[in-house]
């Protein structure tokens, strides 16, 4: 578990400043972000909309094509795969041969489950998930009992706004457990690795240590490739992830094609 004085809100207010100054940086933004600022996810998008460039970046800023972020949306977003409905994960015990999704009845609150919508956002997984769909989606209370319930859909746009979300939030435990400076395509497997096994599942695995510890390239990338050794179908991704972190060409593509979440 993470250090009781590490919040949540305090972890993502961080990620999404990190976000907001390198997006600023490398042009795509024509105004700072505000120094210090306690982000939640209304002022964040608020931002990121009213601050979008409108001429050309800046000659010399840094491309953000081809940067963690969009390496990390390309290939979660091909790994989990979209659905607009609750749907029992893969290693749900709920889950039935030819009918993945959520029957009303199915969801019970408190009880250990894998249950996600959009690309693979875990509902149970992330116990603010109520909280997270009212801030960033606009759903309120009635419509997110009737996603849970299996009656309730979320459209393309919100499910590419919760995926953001959960990259940034994601990228935000990476950087309170990495202590070191990261290059894109590494940053791009840690955060995909996090999206996927939570800050809890990735501590465990000691990758962070590893890296804080000097551990080489090659030492990491083994970490990360055998990090699932029980979950014969997540074995795809871990390999792409690891060959992320190593910087082979094409990763961020065999990332994409992998299949996390047996919807296609």
């Known amino acids: 578990m993470l250090p009781a004085d590490v919040l949540p809100e305090n972890v993502m207010s961080n990620a999404m400043q990190q976000v907001a100054q390198e997006r600023f940086q490398s042009g795509e933004l024509r105004t700072p972000p505000p120094p210090k600022t306690l982000w939640d996810p209304q002022k964040f998008f608020d931002y990121l909309g009213g601050a979008k460039a409108i001429t050309q970046p800046f000659r010399g800023a ?8 969009d390496m990390v949306k390309q290939g979660v977003a091909g790994s989990e795969g979209f659905e607009s409905r609750a749907y029992h994960g893969v290693f749900s015990p709920k889950r039935r041969p030819g009918d993945i999704y959520v029957r009303p009845g199915d969801y019970v609150d408190g009880q250990k489950d894998e249950v996600s919508i959009g690309y693979g956002w875990n509902i149970p997984g992330n116990p603010d998930s109520e ?8 759903i309120d209370a009635d419509g997110f ?9 979320i459209t393309q746009g919100q499910a590419d706004k ?14 309170h457990m990495v202590k070191r400076d990261l290059k894109d395509h590494e940053r791009a497997a840690l955060v995909s690795l996090m999206y996927n096994l939570g800050p809890g599942g990735f501590k465990a695995r000691g990758i962070a240590e590893a890296i ?3 551990a080489s390239p090659e030492k990491v990338g083994e970490m990360i490739r055998n990090s699932s050794p029980s979950a014969k179908k997540l074995q795809p991704r871990r390999a792409a992830e690891a060959n992320l972190w190593l910087g082979v060409a094409g990763a961020t593509k065999s990332l994409a094609s992998t299949e996390s979440n047996g919807l296609r």
């Not at 909280?131 to 606009?138: D, S, T």
Request: aromatic fraction near 12%.
């Open 212 to 214: 804080n510890s000097g």
């Open 145 to 153: 009992k009737a996603i849970k319930n299996g009656t309730g859909t």
């Open 62 to 69: 840094k491309a953000p094509q081809g940067g963690w972020l």
């Open 162 to 175: 919760l995926l953001e979300y959960g990259i940034y939030r994601a990228n935000g435990y990476v950087d």
């Open 131 to 138: 909280k997270v769909f009212k801030e960033v989606l606009g």
